[in-house]
DNA sequence: AAAGATTTTGCAACTATGTTGCTTTTTGTT
DNA sequence: AACAAAAAGCAACATAGTTGCAAAATCTTT
C-alpha cells in the first residue's frame, strides 16, 4: 500500500535525505493535506522550519504535491497524482474541508465544473473549495 | 455613482470617524479587491496598521465587505452586495484573480455551480476562484 | 571505498503579517 | 457642554516566511 519513499525521490531525481523522506512518508501515511504547522508538529520538532518551507517547496516544484488554498488562508499540501510532472500541475479536483475534524480532502473523482464566465474574461484554472461535513465526522 | 460613504457606515449602526471613512472610500472608488497591503498603502501611511485590521474586521463583521481566498494566500476584500446582513454572508459568486494586473474580480453574475460530491460528504459553503486574463488585460 | 564536488541542512538574522493590552483621543448621547 | 462609550494609536508580542552563510550529508568519480 505504502509506496516507496525513496523510490519517489528517485524518480522525480532528488537525493535521498532523512527530511524528505520523513516529510514525504507523513504525506503518505495519511489521507488528508498537510499544512507547514501540521509537518512541523507530527515530524516530533526533528528538524528545522526553513528546511520544512524548502522541502515542501522542492516537491511543489518537482509535482510530487500541490497546494490547496483554504478560507482560513493557510497553506495546506497534498499529494498530486502520478500525472503531474515537473513544474506542469494537473490538480483539477475538487477540494474539500471538513468544518469539524478541519481535514482536506482531495476529492480527484470530483472534477472542476465548466464556467461561463462573462464575456472578455479567459480563465486558464479554477479552483474549487468546498466546506462542510466529512464523510468520518457526519 | 458613488454612494455616500456615510450613509453606508450609519446603516449599519457605525460610528463615523475618519479611518472608516477612508477605507470604505477606497472600496467604492474602485472596481477590484483590495488586500490588508493595499490599503495601507493607498491610504498614504496615514493610520496604524492595528487599526486597518480592526476597520476591516467591522466591515467583515457587519457584511459590508467579505473576504476572498486566493492562490497566493493572501486574504483579500471586496465590497458585499445589499443582501448581506451582520454576520451573515451570502457571497456566492465566483471570484476572478486576473495573472497580469492581479486585480480580483468579483463576478456576481456567475453563480457558483453545484457539485456533485462523494456519499458522504455534505457541503455548508462552496469558494470557486478563476484564474486568467481579465476583460482589461486582453 | 575514499576524495572531492555538489546539495542540503541548520543556524542566525531579518522582514512581513497579524494580535493583544492599555492609554489617549474621538465620537455619539444627554 | 459634559459625560459615557467607542475607536485610534502605541508598544510589545506572536507567528509566518525568507535569505545568506557555514557545517554536514549526499552523490559521483575514480
Redesign the pocket.
Known amino acids: 500500500m505504502v509506496k516507496d519513499v525513496k523510490e519517489i525521490l528517485k524518480n522525480n531525481s532528488?537525493?535521498?535525505?532523512?527530511?524528505?523522506e520523513k516529510i514525504l512518508g507523513l504525506f503518505l501515511e495519511q489521507p488528508g493535506a498537510l499544512a507547514?504547522?501540521d509537518i512541523e508538529k507530527r515530524a516530533g520538532e526533528?528538524?528545522?522550519?526553513?528546511?520544512v518551507?524548502?522541502?515542501l517547496?522542492?516537491f511543489v516544484e518537482k509535482g510530487i504535491i500541490h497546494t490547496i488554498p483554504t478560507a482560513d488562508?493557510?497553506?495546506r499540501y497534498a499529494l498530486c497524482k502520478d500525472d503531474c510532472k515537473e513544474g506542469h500541475h494537473h490538480d483539477h479536483h475538487v477540494h474539500f474541508v471538513c468544518t469539524k475534524c478541519s481535514i482536506t480532502y482531495c476529492l480527484d473523482d470530483v472534477v472542476t465544473p465548466e464556467l461561463k464566465l462573462p464575456k472578455g474574461y479567459t480563465s486558464s484554472h479554477i479552483e474549487v473549495v468546498a466546506e462542510g461535513i466529512c464523510k468520518n465526522c457526519k
Do not use: P
Not at 532528488?14 to 524528505?20: H, K
Open positions: 532528488l537525493s535521498i535525505t532523512g527530511s524528505r507547514h504547522g526533528k528538524f528545522d522550519r526553513v528546511t518551507y524548502r522541502t517547496q522542492t488562508n493557510s497553506i
